[in-house]
């Protein structure tokens, strides 16, 4: 199993020799992980892709890596924690969302929509086919009403 492939201790993290500040960085346990990337999906406006997790994470100048993130970011959405919109290959957090996705794709903003019965009643139909399934996707790519107010704008000046 390679799950403990990048345990590279001593990897350039020595910068502030005596500083004091090196201690805590060395210490990141996946509690202070996860808390640390749900703080910056929580400042997030949209959801964010592990790259630019990864950027933000400039934690005491040492900042995670993707492959950290992406091993953070699977352990909290496993927790139900944080949610993948697969359309963005982007995350947020789950807070009470469930059911589908309304994704825009000129801001990349997403909502949330409640499925109601829709997936209960699918199930006898996935039971007939024999199809046992692994994940559920349910997202609605389109403008938000903001966007599509902003492209009535443009198309009306265009046409006019
Ligand atoms: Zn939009």
Sequence with gaps: MPSEV???????????DGSGRSARRANREPKVLDTQLV?????????????EIA???GWEDAPLTPTQVYRVLERLTRAGKVRR????SAYLLAGDTDGGFMVCECC????????????AECDGIYAAARFSVI?????VVGRCAACAK???????????
Excluded at 112 to 117: E, L, S, Y
């Design 6 to 16: 990048s345990r590279n201790k001593g990897a350039g993290v020595r910068v502030g």
């Design 39 to 51: 703080g910056i999906l929580e400042q997030a406006d949209r959801p964010l892709g592990a790259y």
């Design 55 to 57: 950027r933000r994470s």
């Design 85 to 88: 919109v697969e359309s963005l």
């Design 108 to 119: 990349r903003g997403v909502q949330a929509f409640p499925v109601g019965d829709v997936i």
């Design 135 to 139: 994940r559920l996707t349910l997202e």
């Design 150 to 160: 902003k492209d009535d704008g443009a198309a009306g000046s265009v046409a006019g």
